[in-house]
């Protein structure tokens, strides 16, 4: 796969030193060439190359934490309704310490071009892959909690090279995967503030710096919030977004009508969760330091964390490593790739903030009716996701829905888990935009 480390215009590399960062008790190193600016291009717009280098002792002393784990009892139950089981969890301790590498996972980053840029007073992480093939469509991709810019890496392929995966060249996507202020390598926010609408923001900015004048975006989770945001913000040069979690319904006011069987099965979804599985929701939205000192203290409480998000999602994980039978890509190493890039970073309590915030906006918000998307929309509705959205509710919420499928497998992390169908949804919604 061919790749242009391009950086902003009037910018050149040199070979300088980027300073390293330093977040809670590790300092990874990222000994990466800065770029050297013209006196027409200031500071605050440069995009900077971006590689990784975890100190060798940072690994050591993850090991010896997880080894130094003070573990609970058995839960009194045979299923996960006292939270993630000590079975799955102690396996996933016994692979982490003795069988998972970190360096391929790092090796897999730094084989991808990686940049950051400062945006709003925040250093902002991304990978920045542009297609092979001409007239490649422009795509900002956002990743949600608790994942990272580790969920989406298995659609850089598919999505960039087409004809490698089934596709044709014209299904060629330029490709923007942007960290979460707080998460992995991007900064953390040092003032409140940086919310969903701060940061739909911030990616119409970096979309422009990256000299990107017409493009789409994505997200699930968090990172579909996002692309809403974006889309009723309709900033110049975004022409349509694509969405596999219906933000707009999850945590409604007013429920939905329930008048048809699908639409009932969805409401019973929600309720179910949003009364057995939403923990981690109402301790991060309220009280992100509290959960933030264990996140930052204990990598085997982060794992447990970090696990614990929607049913179908914890079962695949737990089967994983109990069985070793993956769920698609969702499988030992990746799960891991993931936990690990948390506490290597440190972010834990700095990623929770981001759930407060969300919180924050909202009651901020209340009464008011946002912007509709006038915008070109398109949804996907994976099984095993928190529920099935039916058509109908994403029609009610964006009116002009243009694209609409109901795929028969992939779960919450649907671009993790099934990067190959993830990135035929994502040709097949934004054909029409090309």
Known sequence: MAADNTVTPGSAISPTTLSSTQRGSVKPHFPTPEVLMSGTVETAIDIRPFQVEIPEEELAELGRR??????????LVADRSQGVQLATLQELARYWTTEYDWRKCEARLNALPQFTTEIDGVDIHFIHVRSRHENALPLIMTHGWPGSVIELLETVGPLTDPTAHGGRTEDAFDLVLPSLPGYGFSGEPAEVGWDLGRTAQAWAELMGRLGYTRYVAQGGDLGAIVSDVMGRQAPEGLVGIHMNLLVTTLGAPTP?????????AALDAINTFTTSGFGYFLE???????????????PVALAAWLADHDTDSYYKISRAFLDDEPSGNLTRDNILDNITLYWLTGTGASAARWYWELGRAQALAAGQAPPEVSLPVGFTTFPGE???APRSWVESSYPNLTYFNEVDKGGHFAAWEEPELFAAELRAAFSSLR
């Open 386 to 388: 928190i529920f099935r």
């Open 284 to 298: 991060q939205s309220t009280r992100p330091q509290t959960i933030g000192y264990a996140l930052l203290d204990s």
């Open 66 to 75: 997880i080894k130094a784990t003070r573990w609970p009892s058995k839960e």
């Open 256 to 264: 939905p009508p329930g008048d048809t069987e699908e639409e009932r």
